[in-house]
């Protein structure tokens, strides 16, 4: 200013926009002119946003050495202004008063250039200029940050979504075993422009009603943000409906983001039985003290005890020493224990342990989400190894490694085939001592029984020790009186073992494979177990016997129906012949024996009662003076084994010879 108060005009400042920049530490000035006073700035550098539109009042402490006339001009980017606000020139009033603050003003328009997306960094400043010397001097500069640069940029992808503890990421749904000390910790990732001092502010809606948290303020530029979600606040929210979970980021000059990317995830959070859940319990091991085979085969029953907040929907899943069983659904929540019961079947429980301790346990699942399970398990022992090792089908009764037995009849000596003579006395057992994939199936004391159709199982002797160190078949007798109590048909025939275990004597027992053996019986033959009537001659003289009259055609043969005669039984004639007719046999006649065409029974001769038959009278002349025996077999062709019947015989005389010849031509017809 010249001594007509004229305001020295000095050069204008040029605003260079630039990229955020680094805090700077300012020097003081080479002299020790005060620091300027700036209020209202954020870390004392930045301008908030809300103020970027007005003017910046800068205040300067009188200091000891300042003179009248001194003029103060503030600078920009050391640039002196120009403007008359700022500007001051010292009175000697207040040269005077030590406790004198000078204000200046930096105008608005200084920052103008800086547009919006952008965030530069200015030096402000004043010189003290002693006039009338014309060259100012230094005073303390400080800086002015001007952000209008939004944290995370301008595009939603920059800000990635809410990154939610590993199980909730999984299941996409938040649940209270997910929260620690009822808070539930999330990471907000890192994002373009982060900076130390960012406040992060997490919004989450079901679309009618919000709740947000924090706000969280960022640490470090560098690495993620760590925030907890109240338990409290989100279950102010529905389950099982989608939530969206978003956050905004506010700088510290208040410039404030776009929305984030969603992350929407559902709840369930409600209604919730407090955990651990009760111990389970297996009624059979209560009452048993050791779980054996028997008692896998027919099912265990796992029973869930009652508590709080039990909702039917729910399932559970039982866990029996590590294998899941299907989940059971709970469709009432009953007044009295328990709540629920579980049938675990014997394929599952096969899986498991074969012998000790075995931990049971259960999961609670809603909505498909785990929400509880026991801390402590039910501990059952179990004891379920059996003769022949591990059932390979333990859906079915028998164990598919046991051989079947083979049975061998008394009279025939055929296997698994017994004829009515077979049953009249024992039979024999075969038992292989190995099984099908050749391991030793027995040790000494093993129990044997044999199941023989519908009737009760037999007790065998048990195996000796010999016997389970040998490699032969063990043999034992099977009584006639069990052969006979089933009666005829395919017998089904298997045999079991019975293996002790413990103090106890707890016992397991493995079921063979059946063997079906063929049993024909005498009452189911013809005949009803006894032999049929004997054929008769119905053309005999006043003695009884074929004479030359009766021989004068084909003779009639006879065969009354007999028990169990059936259409289809093959009948079959046999002639044999003596040369005596008196009661007491002669000596046999060979060219008189004969067999007939086989008769096959017809529905006919059973509604008649009887089958007729000729015999050709040439026979009567072969045999010419003697006696002729005819029998015959019956057959029924359906029973098995195929066994004919020999019915009685009927020993008839035959006198054909004319008293004055020595034999008996043959009639040619």
């Not at 026991?374 to 089908?393: C, I, Q, S």
């Not at 199941?451 to 160190?469: C, F, I, K, N, R």
Request: hydrophobic share 40%; charged share 20%; proline share 10%.
């Amino acid at each position: 200013m010249t001594a007509d108060n004229t305001v020295i005009q000095r050069s204008s400042v040029q605003v260079k926009p630039g990229a955020r920049s680094i805090k700077l530490t300012q020097d003081p000035g080479i002299l020790d002119l005060p620091e300027m006073k700036i209020s209202g700035l954020i870390d004392d550098v930045i301008l908030p946003v809300a103020d970027q539109d007005k003017d910046l009042q800068v205040v300067i402490p009188n200091w000891p050495s300042s003179e009248e006339d001194y003029i103060l001009v503030l600078t920009w980017n050391d640039q002196e202004l120009t403007g008359p606000e700022a500007q001051h020139q010292i009175t000697a009033a207040e040269k005077a008063d030590p406790d004198f603050e000078f204000v200046l003003t930096f105008l608005a328009s200084n920052w103008d250039s800086v547009a919006e997306g952008h965030d530069v960094t200015f030096t402000l400043g004043y010189n003290s200029i002693p006039f009338p010397d014309p060259d100012g001097d230094p005073g303390p500069t400080r800086l002015l940050r001007i952000d209008k640069l939004p944290p995370g940029g301008n595009t939603p992808e920059t800000l990635a979504a809410i990154e939610f503890p590993r199980s909730v990421e999984a299941s996409n749904r938040i649940l209270l075993s997910d929260f620690v000390a009822d808070k539930l910790p999330v990471q907000i990732k890192g994002y373009v422009n982060q900076e130390s001092g960012d406040l992060i502010t997490v919004t989450a809606s079901d679309g009618t009603q919000d709740v947000t948290f924090g706000p969280f303020t960022v640490t470090n530029s560098g690495r993620y943000t760590d925030a907890e979600f109240e338990l409290s606040k989100l279950q102010a929210l529905p389950d099982l409906a989608p939530i969206t979970f978003t956050y905004e980021i506010v700088d510290k000059a208040g410039n404030r983001s776009i929305v984030s990317q969603p992350r929407v995830l559902e709840l369930l959070l409600k209604n919730v039985p407090v955990n651990p859940l009760p111990t389970p319990i297996v009624p059979i091991f209560d009452s048993e003290g050791l779980i054996l085979d028997e008692h896998a085969r027919a099912g265990v029953v796992v029973q869930i005890p009652l508590f709080p907040e039990a909702s039917v929907g729910d399932q559970i899943t039982v866990i029996w020493s590590g294998q899941r069983a299907d989940p059971a659904q709970i469709t009432t929540i009953p007044i009295v224990e328990p709540l629920l019961e579980v049938m675990l079947l014997y394929n599952l429980l096969i899986l498991g342990k074969h012998t000790g301790s075995v931990d049971v346990t259960y999961e609670l699942w809603r909505s498909g989400s785990l929400i509880g399970t026991p801390t402590v398990p039910a501990v059952v022992e179990v004891e379920l190894r059996v003769p022949g090792g591990t059932d390979p089908d333990p859906e079915t009764p028998e164990h598919e490694k046991l051989k079947p037995a083979d049975i061998v009849g008394g009279d025939s000596k055929v296997k698994n085939e017994l004829s009515p003579e077979d049953l009249k006395i024992d039979a024999t057992l075969f038992i292989s001592p190995e099984t099908v994939d050749g391991n030793v199936l027995f040790e000494a004391g093993d129990r044997l029984a044999l199941l023989w159709g519908s009737q009760t199982p037999h007790p065998l002797d048990s195996v000796t020790a010999g016997e389970a160190s040998g490699a032969v078949d063990l043999e034992r007798p099977v009584p006639s009186a069990l052969l006979l109590a089933e009666g005829s048909g395919e017998v089904s025939m298997s045999y079991t073992v019975t293996r002790p275990f413990g103090a106890g004597g707890e016992t397991n027992t493995s079921l063979s494979p059946a063997q079906t053996v063929k049993v024909l019986s005498g009452a189911d033959l013809p005949g009803g177990g006894t032999p049929p009537a004997k054929p008769v001659f119905t053309r005999l003289n006043a003695n009884g016997a074929i004479g030359r009259a009766e021989a004068a055609s084909d003779l009639p043969l006879r065969i009354d129906a007999y028990i169990n005669m059936a259409v289809g039984d093959i009948v079959v004639i046999y002639l044999r012949a003596d040369d005596s007719p008196n009661s007491r046999p002669g000596t046999d006649i060979p060219a008189a024996t004969d067999t007939l065409p086989p008769i096959t029974v017809v529905q006919k001769h059973i509604d008649q009662g009887y089958i007729t038959a000729e015999v050709r009278r040439a026979w009567a002349f072969i045999v010419c003076r003697g006696s002729a025996t005819p029998y015959y077999t019956a057959t029924n062709p359906k029973l098995t084994p195929v066994t004919p019947v020999k019915s009685e015989a009927n020993r008839t005389p035959v006198a054909v010879r004319e008293s004055s010849s020595p034999t008996c031509p043959i009639p040619t017809r």
